[in-house]
């Protein structure tokens, strides 16, 4: 543990701006999964594929991806930092290794997302704690926003099959 604090200050010393990496390093996760996240203030998806497409009820919404051009589809245009983070993405159809989830929440304008920890549910699925920073407390609001939460994985053991992403206590189960 004093080790992980240790790499993790000298990494955020080392690189100053990048807090996803810091967040990266500091999370928990199998030593034979690797990530990476990108946190969006906003909606980078089109709204027939984001969380704005799905009942008012539900607040949380997860969506997988296995190749650029299936990512780049469900993106908009002008969603600048969420295209440069896809195309530094090597995908698993596309000859690599990685698969992209995009995790968004319905929440206060104040609440920024960052990746809590992942854990492996069976042989080839895995849950994501996706964490609410920037308040205290049940998180209330008249005027909901979306956040979003892009999450790069590489799995030695290969893609997982399904995940489960939970956020603010509300669970988003995807096939991928």
């Not at 969380?51 to 002008?78: C, I, N, Q, Y």
């Not at 159809?93 to 809590?116: C, S």
């Amino acid at each position: 543990m004093y080790r992980r604090a240790v790499v993790a200050g000298a990494l955020a010393a080392a690189t100053p701006g990048c807090v996803d990496r810091l967040h990266d390093v500091a999370a928990s996760t199998p030593r034979d999964l690797g990530v990476r996240s990108r946190y969006v203030d906003g909606n980078p998806m089109v709204d027939s594929r984001s969380v704005l497409s799905r009942p008012e009820e539900l607040l949380t919404h997860a969506a997988s991806f296995r190749s650029a051009a299936a990512t780049r589809g469900a993106l908009k245009p002008d969603a600048t930092e969420s295209r440069a983070f896809v195309d530094r993405t090597d995908f698993v159809d596309d000859g690599g290794k990685a698969i992209l989830v995009i995790a968004q929440r319905l929440t206060a304008p104040e609440v920024r997302l960052r990746l809590g920890g992942i854990s492996r549910t069976g042989d080839h699925s895995i849950r994501i704690a996706v964490d609410q920073g920037g308040v205290r407390g049940e998180v209330e609001t008249d005027e909901s926003v979306v956040k979003t939460l892009l999450l790069r994985l590489t799995d030695e053991r290969g893609p997982p099959e399904r995940a489960i992403v939970v956020v603010g206590g509300q669970r988003a189960g995807i096939t991928v």
